[in-house]
C-alpha cells in the first residue's frame, strides 16, 4: 500500500487499522469465495444491542457478472464510476426494530457500523481494501432486491484488491494519493464537560 495511504497514529494501535484505507482505484480481479466467506463471517461475530445483530448484506461477486452489475446499479453515478472495477459488491442493510417485541431499534445503524468494521477489518488483514460508500439508491435496492418493510439499505460496500492511483477515474486520483488525516483526540474525547478534552495525562 501507499505510504500516504498508512495511519500515523498519536499512540500505539494494531497495524491492521493502520493499514486500512478506502480506495477508489481497485484491479478487477475477484474475491475468491472463501475469503468473501470470512469477511462476512467476521461481520457475523460484531456485538449487537440485546443480540438483535439488525445487519443483513446483499453481495455480489464480479464471478457473477448479472448479479454485480445489478447491484452496481444500486450506487450512484459517482461511485458506479470507479466501483465497477471492485472484487465484489455489497448493500449494508439494516433492520429498523427489534424482532423480540417490535419496537424501534434506537441503535440499529451503529451496529450495522460494528458489522461492517468488523468486515473492513477481516478483508484488511487478508490483503484486500475495503470502500463504504453513502452513496447509493436505496429504494431502487428495494424494489430489485425485494427488501421488506422494516429493512432499509444504508450503505455500499466495495471490496477488492487495490490498484495504482492512475487506474482511478481521474476525478478521484488526488484522493488516492492524498494523506489520510483525522482530528486529534483532544477534539473527540472529552472529560468533565463537552469540549474539554480528555486523556491528556
Request: net charge negative.
Amino acid at each position: 500500500m501507499s505510504d500516504a495511504k498508512r495511519a500515523r497514529p498519536d499512540h500505539p494501535i494494531d497495524d491492521t487499522i493502520a493499514a486500512r484505507w478506502s480506495p477508489y482505484a481497485y484491479d478487477g480481479t475477484a474475491v475468491p469465495l472463501a475469503d468473501l466467506q470470512a469477511v462476512f463471517e467476521a461481520a457475523r461475530w460484531a456485538a449487537s444491542a440485546f443480540n438483535e445483530q439488525p445487519w443483513r448484506y446483499i453481495v455480489a461477486s464480479r464471478d457473477d457478472t448479472p448479479e454485480f452489475e445489478r447491484l452496481l446499479s444500486c450506487l450512484v453515478d459517482a461511485n458506479q464510476a470507479w466501483a465497477r472495477h471492485a472484487g465484489a459488491l455489497a448493500l449494508g442493510v439494516v433492520g429498523r426494530r427489534y424482532s423480540r417485541n417490535d419496537k424501534p431499534n434506537g441503535t440499529a445503524e451503529h451496529d450495522l457500523g460494528l458489522a461492517s468494521a468488523n468486515l473492513t477489518l477481516e478483508a484488511t488483514r487478508r490483503g484486500f481494501q475495503v470502500h463504504q460508500m453513502a452513496g447509493i439508491l436505496p429504494e431502487r435496492a428495494r424494489e430489485l432486491y425485494g427488501i421488506p418493510d422494516g429493512f432499509d439499505a444504508l450503505t455500499g460496500i466495495a471490496v477488492g484488491r487495490p490498484a495504482a492511483p492512475d487506474d482511478a477515474p481521474e476525478n478521484f486520483r488526488d484522493r488516492d494519493l492524498s494523506p489520510r488525516t483525522r482530528r486529534p483526540l483532544a477534539e473527540t474525547v472529552f472529560t468533565g464537560a463537552w469540549g474539554t478534552a480528555g486523556l491528556t495525562g
